[in-house]
């Protein structure tokens, strides 16, 4: 079974912290991602990666950025929070970067105050 | 523009009977789907897909239908079970690249079986 563990289910943090959210998975996928879920809008992509070092942006970059120095781990990181990043997050893995389900941690709840 | 559209943000369904949950897309280069179960605090867990070449997917007490004309999809889930209590996500891709190479959600319905 696939794995993608998230290192803090629940956090909270102030507004102009920097904030980071680590996400590792075991299959040795080459894909990760990163995911915001809020009501009504579904699951959206922020950031993804298709290898070490390597990243795209996603549907809605702004005020974020990600670090991908090996291979099963992923971090997503908030430059200087805001109240309107509260938000559930989520993290991916899959085999390919299309064409093959991707694997979801159980996420972490981010509030900024 | 929502290019994945669950049109039911809920659905109530009895225990033992049939529920249909239903997804529609309006990008012609999609050509894998996806349905996605999620239970509140827990992420995502993958379901069922279907490719563009096929109709219909079936696994256990789930199956995707595909209309590719219309642009439609819809999950079965037969025979319902409390358990299957929950939001349903679509999803789909494009495997020629550009503006289809992420995997796109819909805004999920949440399905309530009672027992």
């Known amino acids: 079974d696939v794995k993608v563990t998230q290192s803090s289910r629940y956090l909270v943090k102030r507004t102009g912290e920097k904030v980071f959210l680590e996400c590792v998975q075991d299959m040795d996928h080459e894909n990760m991602f990163w995911y915001r879920q809020d009501p009504g809008l579904g699951l959206r992509l922020i950031y993804f990666s298709y290898d070490v070092k390597m990243k795209e942006k996603g549907d809605i970059p702004e005020g974020y950025s990600v670090s991908r120095e090996k291979k099963e781990r992923f971090s997503l990181i908030l430059e200087s929070a805001s109240t309107n990043q509260t938000s559930m997050y989520l993290c991916?893995?899959?085999?390919?970067?299309?064409?093959?389900?991707?694997?979801f941690g159980d996420g972490t709840r981010l509030s900024i105050l | 523009d929502q290019q994945v559209k669950q049109n039911s943000p809920s659905l109530s369904v009895q225990e033992g009977r049939i529920s249909i949950l239903n997804c529609d897309y309006t990008?012609?280069?999609?050509?894998?789907f996806l349905w996605y179960k999620k239970y509140p605090a827990e992420g995502p867990t993958f379901l069922i897909s279907?490719?563009?070449?096929?109709d219909k997917n079936e696994d256990g007490r789930f199956t995707v239908f595909l209309n590719k004309s219309a642009k439609h999809l819809s999950l079965h889930i037969v025979p319902s079970q409390p358990g299957d209590s929950a939001v349903y996500f679509c999803?789909?891709?494009?495997?020629?690249?550009?503006?289809?190479?992420?995997?796109?959600f819909g805004t999920g319905t949440l399905l309530a079986v009672q027992p």
């Open positions: 279907i490719s563009s070449i096929k």
């Open positions: 990008n012609s280069m999609f050509d894998y």
């Open positions: 999803a789909a891709s494009g495997s020629k690249g550009g503006a289809t190479n992420k995997l796109i």
């Open positions: 991916a893995s899959s085999l390919h970067l299309l064409g093959s389900p991707q694997h």
